[in-house]
C-alpha cells in the first residue's frame, strides 16, 4: 500500500515491501529465560505427552550414590519419525494444533527445557518407524542452531530400557546438566528429591486432575543407576500421582450448591460458571494440600480439561478471609478470542473488562445472582467458624516408603509437625531377632529386609509395599521421633514390640510355606 503524504489519518500503516529475518543466535539466552518453574515445565512436557494420546507417562529422576544426574519423562504416545523429531527440534516452528489440543505455540518442548537443562534429548519411535533421536543443547543454538541426531543404537537402548512402557510406540524426552541439580550438595539428594518429588506431585495432581480421573496414569519414579543391572539399575521409590480435585468434596458446604450461573460476556456470548462452597473446616487434600487458602479461592479456569489457572479473582475482587470457601469452575472457549488470554506456560489467564462485567451480571437457572453466590460462600464460612472441633494432635509427617494414597488420608486427618523431616521407611539387613529398628537421626524405621517376601506374596515388592504394615507401624512409631532424651520405658517397648512382631512375622511365613490362607 503506497502513502499519500495529503491524505488524512492513516488507519493502517503503509508498507513498501518486506524482509525475512530469521533469529540471531543469541535467541538461545531468551529461549532459557523463559521463567519457567520446575513443576510448570514438567507439566508442559506432559501436556505433549497427552496430545499425542499417551495413557502411561513417567518421570524418571536418575541419580548415582552421590548425585541426581538426569531426568527422563517417557510415555506411550503416538511417537514421532525422523522428520517430525526435526520440525520437534526446530526453534521457533510453530505446528498446527486442533481444537482440543493442550499445546499452543510450539515453544513448550525446547523453552520449558532449556529453562532448567543444557541439554535437551528427545528419543522417539511410532509404529511405523525404528527409533530416533535429537539432542539440542543451549552450545548448540548458540552455534547458528545445531541439533545433534542420537546415535540409532543408543535410541533403541533407550527405548528398550521401557518396553513396560513404550510397547510399540512412544517418546523419551531427557534432561542433562539440569541446573538445580547440580546446586544439591553431597549427601542431600534423598531430601532434595523428597521435597521435589512432593511439590511436583501436588502440582502434577492438582492441574492435570481431569485426566487422572479419567484413567491417565502418571508415575514418578527414582532410579540408581550405580546399582542393579541394566542401564537403569534399581529403583529407589515409585509414586502414582493421583488426581488433587479442587471441586472434591464430599458433601458441600452449603445446600443445593454447586449451582450453574451463566455469565453473558461481550465478544465471546455467554460463559457458564460453576459455583462451588466447600465446607468450612474441611481437611480434604483438595482444599488444604494445593496452597494457601486466599490464593485458591476465586475462578479456576479450564482449557480443553487442563486446568491452567488454579485460584483468584482477575480483577472481579481482592482475596478475603470469609470467601476461602468459594471456587468457581470455568471452562474456556476453544476458539480464539478476544476476552481470555493465557501465558506461555499456561499458568495464568489474563481477562479483559468485559468478563468482569459479565460475571457481575450472572444469574442461575432460578434467577439468582452471582453475588447471591459470594453471600452465601461468606456465611457458610462463617458459619463454619462458630462450630467448635475436637484439636487432634499433630504428627510426624509420613514420607518415602508409604503409599502416597495413605499420606494423603494421613495428612488429610491429622495435622502435622512443622519443621520435621518425614518418617521414612527402608528394608535393611538387620540381625535375625530384630523385626526393626530405628534411625532417628534420618527418621527411619529400618525393616528387616530378610521378611520382605513375607509381606508381599513371595516377591520382593517395590518401593511402596507392604502397606499396612508400614501404616500400623507408622502410628505405633510416630511419637518415637523428634524427642530429646531417649528414655529406657520407650525402648522396653522397642524391644518387646520387636519380639512380638518377630512371633508374628514368622507365624505368617510358617502358613505361607503350608500354603494356608
Not at 412 to 419: A, N, S, W
Amino acid at each position: 500500500m503506497s502513502h499519500d503524504s495529503a491524505a488524512s489519518w492513516q488507519y493502517e500503516v503503509p508498507t513498501a515491501g518486506s524482509r525475512h529475518l530469521p533469529p540471531d543466535a543469541g535467541y538461545a539466552k531468551a529461549l532459557t529465560n523463559q521463567g519457567y518453574g520446575f513443576e510448570v515445565a514438567v507439566a508442559d512436557l506432559i501436556d505433549n505427552s497427552i496430545d499425542a494420546r499417551a495413557d502411561k507417562v513417567v518421570v524418571h529422576f536418575l541419580r548415582d550414590a552421590e548425585r541426581i544426574l538426569s531426568l527422563l519423562i517417557v510415555d506411550n504416545g503416538h511417537g514421532m519419525d525422523d522428520s517430525a523429531l526435526d520440525a520437534a527440534m526446530t526453534v521457533g516452528h510453530r505446528r498446527d494444533y486442533d481444537d482440543r489440543a493442550l499445546g499452543m505455540y510450539g515453544t513448550g518442548l525446547k523453552a520449558a527445557s532449556l529453562s532448567h537443562a543444557d541439554s535437551l534429548t528427545v528419543v522417539s519411535r511410532t509404529k511405523r518407524s525404528r527409533a530416533a533421536g535429537r539432542r539440542l543443547t543451549a552450545e548448540g543454538i548458540a552455534d547458528d542452531f545445531r541439533c545433534d541426531t542420537v546415535d540409532p543404537a543408543y535410541a533403541q537402548d533407550l527405548v528398550d530400557c521401557y518396553d513396560g512402557i513404550i510397547e510399540w510406540q512412544g517418546t523419551v524426552v531427557r534432561w542433562d546438566l539440569v541446573r538445580a541439580f547440580r546446586t544439591v550438595t553431597p549427601g542431600q539428594s534423598d531430601q532434595y528429591l523428597s521435597r521435589a518429588i512432593s511439590r511436583l506431585e501436588t502440582h502434577l495432581g492438582l492441574y492435570l486432575h481431569r485426566f487422572l480421573s479419567r484413567g491417565l496414569a502418571l508415575d514418578i519414579a527414582v532410579w540408581d543407576v550405580s546399582s542393579g543391572e541394566g542401564m537403569l539399575g534399581e529403583e529407589l521409590d515409585h509414586i502414582a500421582v493421583e488426581a488433587l480435585d479442587p471441586f472434591g468434596y464430599k458433601v458441600p458446604g452449603r445446600a443445593q450448591y454447586p449451582k450453574k450461573y451463566t455469565a453473558p460476556v461481550e465478544g465471546v456470548g455467554d460463559i457458564q460458571l460453576t459455583a462451588h462452597i466447600w465446607p468450612a473446616k474441611s481437611r480434604q487434600a483438595g482444599f488444604r494440600q494445593i496452597g494457601s487458602l486466599n490464593e485458591r479461592q476465586g475462578f479456576y479456569f479450564y482449557r480443553n480439561d487442563r486446568l491452567v489457572q488454579a485460584g483468584g479473582w482477575n480483577n472481579l475482587r481482592t482475596p478475603e478471609g470469609h470467601l476461602a470457601l468459594a471456587r468457581i469452575e470455568v471452562d474456556l472457549p476453544s476458539h480464539p478470542n478476544p476476552v481470555f488470554s493465557l501465558d506461555v506456560k499456561k499458568e495464568g489467564v489474563t481477562v479483559t473488562p468485559s468478563f468482569t462485567a459479565g460475571v457481575e451480571r450472572a444469574v442461575d437457572a432460578a434467577g439468582h445472582s452471582f453475588p447471591a453466590y459470594l453471600a452465601d460462600a461468606e456465611a457458610a464460612y462463617r458459619d463454619g467458624a462458630k462450630r467448635s472441633e475436637i484439636v487432634r494432635k499433630p504428627v510426624t509427617a509420613p514420607g518415602k516408603g508409604i503409599d502416597p494414597k495413605i499420606k494423603r488420608v494421613i495428612t488429610e486427618e491429622l495435622p502435622q509437625k512443622p519443621g520435621e523431616d518425614p518418617i521414612a521407611f527402608s528394608w535393611v539387613p538387620l540381625p535375625a531377632d530384630r523385626f526393626f529398628e530405628l534411625n532417628r537421626d534420618t527418621n527411619t524405621v529400618l525393616l528387616n529386609k530378610s521378611f520382605r517376601e513375607d509381606f508381599n506374596d513371595g516377591r520382593r515388592g517395590g518401593a511402596n509395599d507392604a502397606p499396612v504394615t508400614k501404616t500400623l507401624l507408622y502410628l505405633l512409631l510416630e511419637d518415637c521421633f523428634g524427642l530429646g532424651r531417649w528414655e529406657r520405658g520407650r525402648q522396653d517397648r522397642i524391644d518387646y514390640w520387636n519380639t512380638i512382631l518377630l512371633t508374628s512375622v514368622r507365624t505368617q511365613r510358617e502358613r505361607r510355606e503350608r500354603g494356608m490362607d
